[in-house]
């Protein structure tokens, strides 16, 4: 049997603080903005890119799965009109990053065949460091894949699981305080 000195209050109080700050460095790292997730893909028919924020400093980092989307390229153009000769390849495979250093707005597409004309493109517009930025939503990309299951009224089982982790620790919470 534990002795009572190992379960006392202080010593609960203790362990509790432990679990609080773990527990919500993981939210923490769930929901955080220390870069910009883009899906990179050919969007469906009729679907394009809407223009994106980011500020001084954001890195962006396109993702693609190599295997149902096959190769793409990364590449900044000057304007977005997808001339050839006109880019400066950034990178060629999934996780490719780029790190925005100036205000303005940056054009990303690919070069690959015809996917910039069929609509790989996207331009950022990069606010100061300053500035307060409206991130866009990864759901509004058209080529945003759920990576965990979605139930029947669209959201995904992490925005369920977290409210009920919350739940339990505040429960647990109260019951050693």
């Given at each position: ?8 209050r ?7 603080l ?13 929901t955080?903005t220390h ?25 962006v980092?396109?993702t ?23 880019e ?11 790190t ?10 690919c ?16 606010l100061?460091e300053?500035?307060?930025?409206k ?7 058209p ?10 009224d ?22 050693f305080?």
């Amino acid at each position: 049997m534990v002795s009572s000195s190992l379960l006392s209050r202080p010593r609960l109080q203790g362990i509790m603080l432990i679990v609080l700050v773990v527990f919500v460095s993981q939210i923490s790292f769930v929901t955080s903005t220390h870069g910009i997730d883009f899906p990179w893909c050919i969007p469906p028919s009729n679907a394009i890119y809407k223009t994106q924020s980011a500020k001084v400093g954001d890195t962006v980092s396109f993702t693609w799965n190599t295997t149902s989307q096959g190769h793409h390229h990364v590449s900044i153009y000057s304007d977005a009109t997808c001339n050839t000769g006109d880019e400066n390849f950034i990178g060629g495979s999934s996780g490719t990053t780029y790190t925005f250093t100036g205000v303005g707005d940056v054009v990303f597409s690919c070069n690959i065949g015809s996917h910039c004309d069929r609509g790989q493109m996207v331009t950022f517009n990069v606010l100061a460091e300053g500035e307060e930025v409206k991130y866009s939503l990864i759901e509004d990309n058209p080529c945003y894949i759920p990576l965990l299951d979605t139930t029947s009224d669209g959201s995904t089982l992490v925005q369920q699981t977290l409210p009920s982790l919350t739940m339990v620790f505040a429960s647990l919470l109260a019951f050693f305080l």
